[in-house]
C-alpha cells in the first residue's frame, strides 16, 4: 500500500514537472515517464487486490470448516466395561 502512495506522489511530481516544462520534448518525455509510473502503480494495485482476494478465500474456507466441524454431532458408545472388587 506504502508503494502505491509513494508511486501516486512521484505521478503528481513528474506530471507537475511536465506541465512546467519549457519544452514539447520534456514535456513528451515528462508524458511517457507519468505513463510508465501509472502502469506501475496499476500493476501494483492489481497485485494487492488479488493478495486481498487470496486472503477472503482463505478466510471463507476456515469459517467453511470451522461450520463443518460445529455440525459434527458426537455420540457415546460403550466399547467395554472393567470391573473389579477389594477385598
Do not use: Y
Not at 14 to 24: D, E, G, I, Q, S
Not at 29 to 49: D, V
Amino acid at each position: 500500500m506504502c508503494e502505491i502512495k509513494e508511486l501516486d506522489r512521484q505521478i503528481k511530481e513528474v506530471r507537475r514537472a511536465a506541465t512546467a516544462a519549457p519544452t514539447l520534448e520534456e514535456k513528451l518525455a515528462g508524458q511517457k515517464q507519468i505513463k510508465a509510473l501509472e502502469a506501475q502503480r496499476n500493476q501494483k494495485r492489481r497485485s494487492l487486490f488479488d493478495a486481498q482476494d487470496e486472503v477472503d478465500r482463505q478466510r471463507d474456507e476456515l469459517i467453511a470448516m470451522i461450520e463443518g466441524k460445529l455440525q459434527q454431532r458426537t455420540e457415546t458408545v460403550q466399547l467395554f466395561e472393567i470391573r473389579w472388587n477389594l477385598r
